[in-house]
């Protein structure tokens, strides 16, 4: 298929695999681009070195457009965003603040600049500056994020802004990316679904973890302090949480540290940042399974009208095997 994410990106689907700081990195972006989507290596608060690497490694194992995420917050970001643009990084996504200091730099070298949104308001500033597209990331995600649900967001984003409105938070299948573009997207940004993949680096025990979970699994910390991150529930998050009741605010660089710990496989002492998602996560599966199955679910439901939907929805067709019948 083809939308105006495709045509920007120059991808075959219109699906990104969000930005995951230390989950991220060039293995898994490349088997996502090679999938037909934009895989996405995540810059977090890594070293430019260890960026620089994996953008090498990416392009070594696909000749696909990638992407890489810079988290504004790194204190390596005056040094990355420049590396980016010299390395001409196909798409560069932005999150954890706003990256109006490097926008033109980047479009300079010929990036596309899609920045990751919580808001009206911040998705028509960046369209004002510059950017290609925005990722509209509803609350719904795993990780740092705002205060509005996806179902709110989309179509809000969408109103305020001309530029293509990419959906992320929330979505792990085909009911998600008919959703997304009922309310106005033309392409989906996944992390969670991505997370519990073959070729994603997490230790097993976290992917196994994710694939476990139930609706009510994850729980927000850091919002007293103004940085809400989601994760997964466990020892950690509670004592976070705990610590939060008594002092009002938790540090959230250990917060990032301890997702670190999690990725290497600590899943009770660590930080299993994951979106609510992750209930309708069931098995792990590689990445090209994970872009084909979407379309597959797509397909089955497309062309219906409304009373279709609701006569198979009566008898949660949805549910019968990954195909949707
Ligand atoms: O960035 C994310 N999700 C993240 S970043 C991350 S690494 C981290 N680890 C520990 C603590 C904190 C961060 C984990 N997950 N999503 C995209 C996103 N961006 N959500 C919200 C925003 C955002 C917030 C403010 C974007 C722009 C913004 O601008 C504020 C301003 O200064 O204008």
């Known amino acids: 298929m083809e939308t105006r994410v495709t045509r920007l990106l120059g991808i075959e689907k219109p699906v990104l695999q969000g930005g995951m700081a230390w989950v991220s990195e060039g293995r898994l972006a490349a088997a996502v681009s090679n999938a037909g989507g934009l895989g996405i290596i995540a810059c977090g608060a890594a070293e430019p070195e260890w960026v620089e ?6 392009r070594s194992l696909t000749d696909k457009p990638i992407g890489c995420n810079v988290m504004m917050m790194s204190p390596y970001v005056a040094q990355i965003a420049p590396m980016l643009a010299e390395l001409k990084v196909d798409v560069i996504t932005t999150g954890a603040g706003s990256p109006s200091d490097y926008i033109p730099i980047w479009k300079e070298a010929g990036c596309k600049v899609v920045p990751v949104i919580p ?74 679904r991505f997370l519990a993949s073959e070729e994603c680096r997490v230790a097993q025990a976290y992917k196994d973890k994710v694939v476990a979970a139930k609706d009510s699994d994850t729980i927000v910390t850091g919002r007293a302090g103004g940085h809400p991150v989601r994760q997964l529930k466990n020892a950690f998050a509670r004592k976070v949480k705990a610590a939060e009741s008594e002092s009002g605010a938790a540090e959230e660089l250990v917060l990032a540290g301890s997702l ?41 439901w497309s062309g219906l009208s409304l009373q279709q939907m609701a006569d198979r929805n009566a008898s949660r067709s949805w549910f019968c095997g990954e195909g949707g019948e």
Do not use: Y
């Open 53 to 58: 690497e994996q953008v090498k490694l990416a």
């Open 119 to 192: 808001s009206a308001a911040l998705a028509k500033r960046m369209e004002r500056i510059g950017a290609d597209a925005v990722v509209a990331e509803g609350c719904e995600s795993g990780g740092h994020i705002g205060e509005l649900t996806t179902m709110a967001l989309i179509p809000a984003v969408c109103e305020a802004v001309s530029i293509p409105v990419i959906a992320a938070g929330g979505i792990a299948d085909g009911r998600g990316l008919l959703a997304a573009f009922a309310l106005g997207a033309e392409g989906v940004q996944m992390g969670t």
């Open 260 to 300: 670190r710990r999690a990725v290497e496989g600590d899943v009770t002492g660590g930080s299993m940042m994951a979106g609510q998602i992750a209930c309708l996560v069931k098995e792990q599966k590689t990445c090209k399974q994970i872009i084909d199955d979407l379309f597959e679910q797509v397909e089955a």
